[in-house]
């Protein structure tokens, strides 16, 4: 057997033309193509007939379907020798929400009416301030300019329901003034005031009234108008009767002297008058003698009274009989009074009570 490493190559055959190495893709790049111990026995180069590999590729030309592709060394790297790996740069990042042009145009335009509101309500509350420490400066009590001491603080008096020089008195009494009088009217008392009583006003101060004509009470200051329903009420507190007045005759001498020829005349300078008188046992569990539970007393205007008398008279409220509850009864009552003591008041009063007086029509 024959050493293969001693024997001899056989000889080569000459290329043929389409085996010569031309410029091409591949020329370059064939793993054969440099001088070496296998160049001559490359599968491009020069294969046999019947050859598994085939024909010989020609120059230029491109490979076949399916044939292998030449290997592609890599790009020369950039790193330096021994240098370490470098990181692969970070990844872009996107921009937060809130940095993006549609949000922060929006975001600033709130912004600055959020300001703007904000120096609004400060110049505002400042004003507020002022007008506030202004308020509280015209409670305070006013001062002397020329001693700086304060003004002294008194109570308003009330005076609701005095004449006006009754309500004067009161007001400078305390040491305040009157100031403005409205509504001034003959036999008028004090309505209104103002500052209201029981406040406190500087010293010095006017108090405004307003007058009226007093409201009817059943005293002598102010009686009720005639024709007023009067209550007759126990000492229990129950509303036992009712008492009328009606309107008066005051010149009734003619007619008491029809009645009957034998009743005196009135004396000289005064006058006969008659007053009818209804009666109403409203809760009373005794009878009600009319002319006897009932006093009625003529008043003059200056304080002189004056008593019925007894004539006969027509429809005499003496002849009335006993009333029990539900029962009514009228009459006349007689008055002689001078011509001098008219335009008084009629004082009427129930068993033991305080009389209550009624004009005299």
């Known amino acids: 057997m024959t050493d293969p490493s001693t024997a001899e190559?056989?000889?080569?055959?000459?290329?043929?033309?389409?085996?010569e190495s031309v410029p091409g893709p591949y020329a370059a790049r064939a793993p054969y193509s440099a001088p070496g111990p296998y160049a001559a026995q490359g599968p491009y180069l020069a294969s046999p007939p019947g050859s598994p590999y085939g024909a010989a590729p020609t120059p230029g030309a491109p490979p076949p379907p399916g044939a292998p592709q030449a290997y592609a060394p890599p790009p020369p790297s950039t790193v330096p020798p021994g240098a370490p790996f470098a990181a692969p740069p970070p990844p872009k990042q996107a921009r937060p929400w809130f940095k993006r042009g549609w949000f922060v145009v929006p975001v600033v335009a709130v912004f600055a009416f959020i300001t703007i509101g904000a120096l609004a309500s400060a110049i505002g509350g400042d004003d507020d301030a002022n007008r506030d420490t202004q308020a509280s400066r015209d409670d305070e009590p006013a001062r002397d300019e020329r001693s700086e001491a304060p003004v002294a603080r008194v109570t308003v008096p009330d005076v609701k329901g005095m004449d006006l020089g009754a309500a004067e008195a009161a007001v400078r009494?305390?040491?305040?003034v009157v100031g403005d009088v409205s509504g001034d009217t003959e036999g008028a008392v004090v309505r209104n005031q103002f500052p209201a009583p029981g406040t406190r006003a500087d010293e010095g101060s006017a108090v405004d009234l307003t007058l009226a004509l007093p409201e009817p009470d059943g005293t002598r200051q102010h009686p009720f108008p005639a024709g007023t329903v009067l209550a007759g009420i126990s000492g229990s507190g129950v509303e036992e009767i009712s008492v009328v007045l009606g309107a008066a005759n005051w010149d009734a001498g003619a007619v008491v002297a029809a009645e009957n020829r034998f009743n005196d005349p009135p004396p000289a300078g005064s006058v006969h008058v008659l007053l009818p008188v209804?009666?109403?046992?409203?809760?009373?569990?005794?009878?009600?003698?009319?002319?006897?539970?009932?006093d009625i007393v003529y008043v003059a205007p200056d304080g002189r009274s004056f008593d019925k008398e007894f004539e006969v008279i027509p429809n005499d409220l003496t002849d009335v009989g006993d009333l029990f509850v539900g029962g009514v009864g009228s009459g006349n009552l007689l008055f002689t009074v001078p011509v001098d003591a008219l335009g008084g008041l009629w004082a009427v009063s129930y068993g033991w009570s305080d009389s209550v007086f009624v004009v005299a029509n």
Request: net charge negative; charged share 5%; proline share 19%.
């Open 9 to 19: 190559p056989p000889p080569q055959a000459a290329p043929s033309p389409s085996q």
């Open 173 to 176: 009494a305390v040491g305040l």
């Open 278 to 294: 209804t009666i109403t046992n409203l809760a009373s569990e005794d009878a009600v003698v009319p002319w006897l539970a009932v």
